[in-house]
Structures are given as structure tokens and as C-alpha cells.
């Protein structure tokens, strides 16, 4: 008898073609905050994750995740969204154990 052993292919979480909504890339997301005049937002994989939260879906929108990054002392919040509900949940996970971990690094991790 002849075993078959299938490997499955291993990507960077940035680069996984599940990180899309609609066939948009959605990591990193975009940032968002309150502001005071001549704050720099950040941009792409600039910051470091405080927090991640599971928003539920409701009648206008999909499950998402909710993250928070600190970037130059101050805090910015965006939603992670993606179309798989158990990838939503792998990557919620993922996430939770980076707390404390810059994007960039995040970005970088295979799953």
C-alpha cells in the first residue's frame, strides 16, 4: 500500500489569499482614530497590536475583527474582514497570542 502524504502550502498571514473581502486584500487594515492637527496616521504594517475583539455580524455587516495598535504613543483602531468564518476564527486566534508584537512581524507569520 502506497501512502500519500499531501503538504499544504504554508503562506505569510499578509500574503494568504484568504486575507481578502470581495477580492480586496484587507491586512494590514486601514487606520483610523482621533486625531489632533499634524498627527501621522499609520501606514500598512506600522504599530504594535494592543488588542483584537470578535465583532459579531449584524444586519448590515459580517463577522470582523476588531484591532487596536499603538503608533507613536497613540492609540488607532481597524477592522480586519475576510469571507471565511472559520479563517476569521484562526486568525482572531493568531492574533491574541501576537498582543504585544509589531505588524510587521504579524505579517509575516506562517499559517
Not at 486575507?19 to 494590514?28: A, E, K, L, N
Not at 504594535?48 to 504613543?73: C, S, W
Not at 483602531?77 to 504579524?106: C, H, P, R
Request: with cysteine.
Amino acid at each position: 500500500m502506497t501512502k500519500i502524504i499531501m503538504s499544504e502550502k504554508t503562506y505569510s498571514l499578509r500574503d494568504h489569499p484568504k486575507m481578502r473581502y470581495h477580492g480586496v486584500p484587507t491586512w494590514p487594515p486601514g487606520w483610523g482614530g482621533a486625531c489632533q492637527n499634524y498627527d501621522v496616521f499609520p501606514r500598512g504594517e506600522e504599530g504594535i497590536l494592543l488588542k483584537v475583539d470578535k465583532i459579531e455580524a449584524d444586519a448590515k455587516y459580517p463577522e470582523r475583527l476588531g484591532l487596536t495598535i499603538k503608533y507613536g504613543g497613540r492609540p488607532y483602531y481597524g477592522e480586519l474582514w475576510v469571507e471565511d468564518s472559520y479563517f476569521l476564527a484562526k486568525i482572531f486566534g493568531i492574533l491574541q497570542e501576537n498582543i504585544g508584537t509589531n505588524l510587521m512581524t504579524i505579517g509575516q507569520l506562517e499559517i
